[in-house]
């Protein structure tokens, strides 16, 4: 099965923005792969973020919005908050089976 | 309001087997597919199989192909996981979810292979 894979760990300022990226070892990761973006914080159930790479749900924060670029699906928080710190996962579609990546850990400092 | 509650967790030998449910409610089941996806203890989520709504196409994790069997009933809107040959590395908490898209989730249920 394919690798999907995600930085490790970001650390982004109060306020700031940072770009979570995915990738697929397969090749560029298209709208096909139908990304979506999960958070989790510790202890709780993870929450669907962002699905088929840009669309919201309705408790997503207007702050995160999501894209492909550079042949990866992206991520970005926009003015970050201390609550947004939390582990981040993309979860992306091959022909039927679905691969997450190995999380990517924000902190807010 | 939509809720799924996973249950049937709990301690288990190597080479044992467990089925988990995820009981749903507040929507109409039949029309959705569903997707169990794991973590082991302090690890990442690891995707394991997912049935569309009628019950008539599955597809699993390679990890577990073999091993694990995804069904559903819809006439009692609960999902299952049948678990055979279970082994140390299984352990972990099991979430079912539904799709698409993949919104709400279970809160999970813990499986621990150990002897």
């Known amino acids: 099965q394919a690798v999907v894979t995600q930085e490790p760990s970001l650390t982004v300022s109060p306020g700031g923005t940072v770009t979570l990226t995915c990738g697929s070892s397969t090749g560029a990761v298209t709208s096909g792969h139908y990304p979506y973006w999960f958070q989790q914080k510790s202890g709780q159930a993870p929450r669907t973020l962002i699905y088929?790479?840009?669309n919201k749900h309705s408790w997503t924060p207007a702050r995160f919005s999501g894209s492909l670029l550079g042949g990866k699906a992206a991520l970005t928080l926009s003015g970050a908050q201390p609550e947004d710190e939390a582990d981040y996962y993309c979860?992306?579609?091959?022909?039927?089976?679905?691969?997450f990546g190995g999380g990517t850990k924000l902190t807010v400092l | 309001e939509v809720q799924l509650v996973e249950s049937g967790g709990g301690l288990v030998q190597p080479g044992g087997s467990l089925r988990l449910s995820c009981a749903a409610s507040g929507f109409t089941f039949s029309r959705y597919w569903m997707h169990w996806v794991r973590q082991a203890p302090g690890k990442g989520l690891v995707w394991v199989s997912r049935?569309?709504?009628?019950?008539?196409?599955?597809s699993y994790a390679d990890s577990v192909k073999g091993r694990f069997t995804i069904s559903r009933d819809n006439a009692n809107n609960t999902l299952y996981v049948q678990m055979n040959s279970l082994r140390a590395e299984d352990t972990a908490v099991y979430y079912c979810a539904r799709d698409p898209p993949i919104d709400h989730w279970g809160q999970g249920t813990l499986v621990t292979v150990s002897s």
């Open positions: 088929d790479t840009s």
């Open positions: 049935i569309n709504s009628d019950g008539s196409s599955t």
């Open positions: 979860l992306l579609s091959y022909s039927g089976a679905r691969v």
